[in-house]
């Protein structure tokens, strides 16, 4: 009787504050309504921790603008947080306006909360092979955030003092004697070493070291990528020749040198000659020495067979919009993102405050300001780019966390190469049947 | 708790819907998704077992175990035995003593990320250049090994944690009845006789306690993991909780890494209901 009696009492007092809880939090929401009675918000979620303060700017002018649109901007910290979070918010019934897509496996998994933006002026606006990793059919399913690019960033000193000609490096076995050439010198040139290989970060290994090597097989594209059963690694042997020169040539221990080590410690320091990284490190090395980062370095596209003097460049991230939300938001949600792209006022955010090299036609290229990102929009120009990062359509994971360990394992000396290719291969193969 | 009237529910109510709320209710999610292929938005598919049996045949998650048992079992003896030491070597009367307790103390103040990154600062730069002056090759190249990731875990986690223990044992040393001591004295035994025949099997609830704590705080690192070796190289220092938040999150497995989590909270949990219920028999009643 007593047992029961109290049992009944926890019930009783559990739903009491059930109640208090939920009373609170529904008065708060008729507030807000109240105070937005004939005004659309729009909530963005996104990933690009670098633009937050632009980005929130920028949004500033449109809203004035456009007096009956309300826009709310959260930035959450890139890879991983910013998944989880996105995640969190969609199954918790929170689900932001627009949001960040990576690639074909994101688009996959949200694919109910897509919207078809093939009508924006954007989308006319976006260049060739920047839509492929979000395009089904005649849909688009996403808008390019931006372009990024990558090769060998070099210092311009170091490679005059020595005699090299950048310019001239164009088969491996260029920049293998250019490599040779500089190592005699270090100590002349003040150098620890000619590479630095930032071995323990596995989206170096992984994703973009081996992506170069992947690409063409796939016919650098994407969904190609992301329908394949297996891969073959036609350029395995390149992929492992790149690989060992840099090993030999880069300051050791490589498996614990990390990104930023390579980038501020190495390379802004002008301890190393070359690094393999792309447009991004323009701000850190800036952060270190201005003069060197304006003047001092320059991007040269690492050698690979048939694909000589191209530089990979693609796209890291879409916008996507939330097709679930009413109309009148996902009508205001692209009416945005076309402004953002394509007026005057937004092409110039993106070029000059959010520094992007940009992934639409029509842009003033000599307002893109640092060098690297510059040189990287000639090669697009030029057409001499590797569209598309075919990693984004390989099995979710396997770049990092199988083929970027197995490539550890062997730097490391405790995987032969032929393993790493065997291992790599079979793990795409499960991950795909 | 004879009375238990309403104003005793009253009070209780709060913590019991925040449990049930925070813990219980998503750990029973958590269970019913790990037989699913949840994605972490939607499940379609009830899979029984599937996930379990993929579970056992996962090298990389056993390699994760292994590694974080061993590194449980080590730190639980450095850092009952250093924890011990520091009590002992503060409770002697000392004018410096209450300074050093704050300064054993102190790194517990730290959050496991920040010192995570702080030790590899240490490991790799002050170790590397101290290895270059000397000439000692040892040195170089930390955290570059498997080995050397795994002693530089637990030189972290014993330099943050002991002295958390170390003011467990204070608690149970300094409750010790000086008289006792004193007629041990008056008997003719010796310093380390003391220790052993009275001091020790007097803070037995001590050892009760902070090896509870300090075994399931080691099998449940992550932030020092991540912070410090992050796992390298190739993936060989990465510990269970840290590869299940790989699975759900870098391979967006959810539902395989709900099952695996699940497996980790049963070593867990029997790991450390065995260690109490053993301890609990060897301690002493006054």
Same mark, same amino acid.
């Given at each position: 009787?007593?047992?029961?009696?109290?049992?009944?009492?926890?019930?009783?007092?559990?739903?009491?504050?059930?109640?208090?809880?939920?009373?609170?939090?529904?008065?708060?929401?008729?507030?807000?309504?109240?105070?937005?009675?004939?005004?659309?918000?729009?909530?963005?979620?996104?990933?690009?921790? !670098?633009?937050?303060?632009? *980005? $929130? +700017? #920028?949004?500033?002018?449109? =809203?004035?603008?456009?007096?009956?649109?309300?826009?709310?901007?959260?930035?959450?910290?890139?890879g991983n947080?910013?998944g989880?979070?996105?995640k969190?918010?969609?199954?918790?019934?929170?689900?932001?306006?627009?949001?960040n897509v990576g690639g074909p496996s994101d688009v996959e998994e949200y694919r109910e909360f897509l919207?078809d933006?093939?009508?924006?002026?954007?989308?006319?606006?976006?260049?060739d092979g920047t839509l492929t990793a979000v395009q089904e059919d005649d849909k688009i399913l996403g808008?390019p955030?931006?372009?990024e690019?990558y090769?060998?960033?070099?210092?311009?000193?170091?490679?005059?003092?020595?005699?090299?000609?950048? !310019?001239?490096?164009?088969? *491996? $076995? +260029? #920049?293998?004697?250019?490599? =040779?050439?500089?190592?005699?010198?270090?100590?002349?040139?003040?150098?620890?070493?000619?590479?630095?290989?930032?071995?323990?970060?596995l989206w170096v290994l992984g994703d973009h070291i081996s992506n170069m090597f992947i690409a063409p097989e796939f016919n650098n594209d994407i969904q190609e990528a992301y329908h394949a059963e297996t891969i073959a690694f036609e350029k395995g042997d390149e992929l492992k020749r790149y690989l060992?020169?840099?090993?030999?040539?880069?300051?050791?221990?490589?498996?614990?040198?990390?990104?930023?080590?390579?980038?501020?410690?190495?390379?802004?320091?002008?301890?190393?000659?070359?690094?393999?990284?792309?447009?991004?490190?323009?701000?850190?090395?800036?952060?270190?020495?201005?003069?060197?980062?304006?003047?001092?370095?320059?991007?040269?596209?690492v050698?690979v067979e048939g694909f000589?003097?191209h530089?990979p460049a693609g796209v890291p991230m879409f916008?996507a919009?939330?097709?679930?939300?009413?109309?009148?938001?996902?009508?205001?949600?692209?009416?945005?993102?076309?402004?953002?792209?394509?007026?005057?006022?937004?092409?110039?955010?993106?070029?000059?405050?959010?520094?992007?090299?940009?992934?639409?036609?029509?842009?003033?290229?000599?307002?893109?300001?640092?060098?690297?990102?510059?040189?990287?929009?000639?090669?697009?120009?030029?057409?001499?780019t590797f569209e598309g990062w075919v990693y984004q359509g390989t099995p979710t994971g396997w770049n990092q966390e199988t083929l970027g360990v197995n490539i550890q394992k062997y730097l490391?000396?405790d995987m032969e190469w032929d393993e790493v290719i065997s291992k790599s291969i079979e793990k795409w193969e499960t991950e795909r049947q | 708790?004879?009375?238990?009237?309403?104003?005793?529910?009253?009070?209780?109510?709060?913590?019991?819907?925040?449990?049930?709320?925070?813990?219980?209710?998503?750990?029973?999610?958590?269970?019913?998704y790990s037989f699913t292929n949840w994605n972490g938005l939607t499940a379609t598919e009830f899979l029984g077992f599937k996930n379990y049996i993929t579970l056992f045949k996962d090298a990389e998650f056993r390699a994760?175990?292994?590694?974080?048992?061993?590194?449980?079992?080590?730190?639980?003896?450095?850092?009952?035995?250093?924890?011990?030491?520091?009590?002992?070597?503060?409770?002697?009367?000392?004018?410096?003593?209450?300074?050093?307790?704050?300064?054993?103390?102190?790194?517990?103040?730290?959050?496991?990320?920040?010192?995570?990154?702080?030790?590899?600062?240490?490991?790799?730069?002050?170790?590397?250049?101290?290895?270059?002056?000397?000439?000692?090759?040892?040195?170089?190249?930390?955290?570059?090994?498997?080995?050397?990731?795994?002693?530089?875990?637990?030189?972290?986690?014993?330099?943050?944690?002991?002295?958390?223990?170390?003011?467990?044992?204070?608690?149970?040393?300094?409750?010790?009845?000086?008289?006792?001591?004193?007629?041990?004295?008056?008997?003719?035994?010796?310093?380390?006789?003391?220790?052993?025949?009275?001091?020790?099997?007097?803070?037995?609830?001590?050892?009760?306690?902070?090896?509870?704590?300090?075994?399931?705080?080691?099998?449940?690192?992550?932030?020092?993991?991540?912070?410090?070796?992050?796992?390298?190289?190739y993936n060989?220092?990465q510990?269970?909780?840290?590869n299940i938040?790989k699975t759900a999150f870098t391979e967006n497995k959810m539902a395989y890494a709900q099952s695996q989590?699940?497996?980790?909270?049963?070593?867990?949990?029997?790991?450390?209901?065995?260690?109490?219920?053993?301890?609990?028999?060897?301690?002493?009643?006054?």
């Amino acid at each position: 009787m007593k047992s029961k009696k109290s049992f009944f009492r926890i019930v009783l007092i559990m739903l009491v504050a059930v109640l208090a809880l939920v009373g609170c939090s529904s008065s708060n929401d008729s507030d807000q309504e109240k105070s937005s009675v004939d005004q659309v918000t729009i909530d963005i979620m996104q990933f690009k921790v !670098e633009i937050k303060d632009q *980005f $929130e +700017d #920028l949004v500033k002018v449109y =809203e004035e603008e456009n007096p009956g649109v309300k826009i709310n901007v959260k930035t959450i910290g890139g890879g991983n947080d910013y998944g989880s979070t996105l995640k969190a918010a969609i199954s918790a019934g929170d689900e932001p306006a627009i949001f960040n897509v990576g690639g074909p496996s994101d688009v996959e998994e949200y694919r109910e909360f897509l919207a078809d933006l093939a009508d924006t002026d954007a989308v006319e606006a976006a260049l060739d092979g920047t839509l492929t990793a979000v395009q089904e059919d005649d849909k688009i399913l996403g808008l390019p955030v931006n372009q990024e690019g990558y090769g060998l960033i070099y210092n311009k000193n170091v490679f005059e003092e020595a005699g090299i000609n950048a !310019e001239d490096i164009v088969s *491996f $076995e +260029d #920049l293998q004697t250019a490599v =040779e050439t500089l190592d005699k010198q270090k100590d002349e040139l003040g150098l620890d070493a000619v590479f630095a290989l930032p071995a323990k970060e596995l989206w170096v290994l992984g994703d973009h070291i081996s992506n170069m090597f992947i690409a063409p097989e796939f016919n650098n594209d994407i969904q190609e990528a992301y329908h394949a059963e297996t891969i073959a690694f036609e350029k395995g042997d390149e992929l492992k020749r790149y690989l060992d020169l840099q090993n030999k040539y880069s300051v050791q221990p490589i498996l614990s040198l990390d990104y930023s080590q390579q980038v501020e410690q190495l390379f802004s320091l002008e301890k190393v000659a070359m690094i393999q990284q792309g447009n991004w490190v323009y701000n850190s090395v800036y952060d270190m020495d201005p003069e060197f980062a304006e003047n001092g370095i320059g991007i040269l596209p690492v050698p690979v067979e048939g694909f000589e003097g191209h530089v990979p460049a693609g796209v890291p991230m879409f916008w996507a919009v939330n097709g679930k939300k009413d109309d009148e938001i996902v009508q205001a949600s692209k009416d945005f993102l076309d402004w953002l792209y394509t007026s005057e006022t937004g092409k110039n955010a993106v070029l000059e405050d959010f520094k992007f090299i940009p992934a639409y036609k029509d842009y003033d290229v000599e307002k893109i300001s640092d060098p690297l990102s510059k040189q990287i929009y000639e090669f697009a120009e030029a057409g001499k780019t590797f569209e598309g990062w075919v990693y984004q359509g390989t099995p979710t994971g396997w770049n990092q966390e199988t083929l970027g360990v197995n490539i550890q394992k062997y730097l490391s000396g405790d995987m032969e190469w032929d393993e790493v290719i065997s291992k790599s291969i079979e793990k795409w193969e499960t991950e795909r049947q | 708790m004879r009375n238990r009237d309403i104003s005793f529910w009253l009070f209780l109510a709060p913590v019991l819907l925040g449990l049930s709320l925070v813990i219980l209710i998503p750990f029973l999610y958590g269970f019913v998704y790990s037989f699913t292929n949840w994605n972490g938005l939607t499940a379609t598919e009830f899979l029984g077992f599937k996930n379990y049996i993929t579970l056992f045949k996962d090298a990389e998650f056993r390699a994760s175990i292994w590694f974080t048992t061993k590194f449980a079992i080590v730190s639980v003896v450095l850092l009952n035995f250093i924890g011990l030491g520091l009590a002992l070597l503060v409770t002697r009367k000392m004018r410096s003593s209450n300074l050093m307790r704050t300064i054993f103390f102190m790194p517990n103040l730290i959050g496991g990320l920040i010192l995570g990154f702080i030790w590899q600062f240490i490991f790799i730069n002050v170790f590397g250049s101290l290895g270059d002056l000397l000439g000692i090759e040892a040195l170089t190249g930390w955290l570059s090994t498997t080995a050397t990731g795994f002693w530089g875990l637990v030189i972290l986690t014993s330099w943050q944690m002991a002295g958390y223990i170390m003011i467990i044992y204070i608690a149970y040393l300094e409750s010790i009845p000086k008289d006792l001591i004193e007629a041990a004295k008056i008997d003719g035994a010796n310093s380390f006789q003391r220790f052993r025949n009275i001091t020790f099997p007097l803070v037995a609830p001590a050892f009760t306690v902070s090896m509870f704590l300090t075994l399931s705080n080691s099998f449940q690192i992550y932030d020092q993991n991540l912070s410090l070796t992050n796992g390298g190289p190739y993936n060989s220092t990465q510990m269970v909780a840290m590869n299940i938040v790989k699975t759900a999150f870098t391979e967006n497995k959810m539902a395989y890494a709900q099952s695996q989590a699940v497996i980790f909270f049963i070593i867990v949990a029997l790991v450390a209901i065995t260690q109490v219920y053993y301890n609990k028999k060897r301690e002493v009643d006054l």
